[in-house]
């Protein structure tokens, strides 16, 4: 139990599909971000959401949407994926976006798009 | 831009020693290092602060060369469960604001 729970852990889904990835924490941290993570290229962050509010874009396509609706909960929307988008997606907190302090991920979402 | 992990992968007999770099060419505030276990979440190891500073946890310690930008995570008397991918992860000198951002990894196998 790492205190980050991720579901699902595996999606399939085609081009034309509409899925979710949720994201708990139940650390009682004030920033949560994602990260994606693909073979033989290292962990990209994705977003940054500090007290729900998102602090980080990191140049991530439209097809991917984020939300926040508390400090324990993350969504990531997923519409109209690529195949190159099949990727491990890891959801993580901080207790404070400012200070150098330890992530605590999630086991990751495992996304494969046909 | 990403710092630089050397060796990429490395296989150790239980009780071998290794050593793990993470160098960047931007000014560094903090290095940390994660390891990740095949199908697990990464899970944090340590963080060193500028100050050249040495942490240590059980057999696993790590250094920070501020004046190199390079940090070196130490393995000593390697046991099976210290398998699995090893990240460092930079913040750069001139905020504690700036997200982490993640080395390629490097693979480490220990064999009986």
């Known amino acids: 139990e790492t205190g980050v729970t991720q579901t699902p852990r595996h999606l399939v889904m085609g081009m034309t599909n509409k899925k979710s990835l949720k994201c708990e924490q139940h650390?009682?941290?004030?920033?949560m971000y994602w990260y994606k993570q693909s073979a033989k290229k290292p962990l990209e962050l994705m977003f940054v959401?500090?007290?729900?509010?998102?602090?980080e874009n990191n140049s991530v396509p439209s097809r991917f949407s984020p939300e926040c609706p508390n400090s324990s909960h993350l969504f990531l929307h997923l519409h109209t994926l690529q195949p190159e988008d099949s990727a491990l997606y890891l959801c993580?907190?901080?207790?404070?976006?400012?200070?150098?302090?330890?992530?605590?991920f999630g086991e990751g979402s495992r996304l494969t798009v046909l | 831009q990403q710092p630089v992990q050397s060796p990429q992968a490395v296989i150790l007999r239980e009780g071998e020693d290794a050593v793990i770099n993470c160098s960047s060419s931007k000014a560094l505030y903090s290095v940390h290092w994660y390891r990740q276990k095949h199908g697990e979440a990464p899970v944090f190891l340590m963080i060193?602060?500028?100050?050249?500073e040495q942490k240590g946890h059980e057999k696993i310690s790590a250094s920070f060369n501020e004046k190199k930008q390079q940090s070196s995570l130490y393995l000593t008397a390697s046991q099976l469960s210290y398998s699995g991918t090893y990240f460092c992860g930079t913040e750069s000198a001139w905020s504690g604001n700036t997200p982490l951002v993640f080395g390629k990894g490097t693979r480490l196998s220990v064999i009986a």
């Open positions: 993580a907190s901080s207790q404070d976006r400012g200070l150098p302090g330890e992530l605590f």
């Open positions: 650390l009682g941290h004030n920033a």
């Open positions: 060193l602060l500028k100050g050249g």
């Open positions: 959401y500090s007290l729900e509010e998102r602090v």
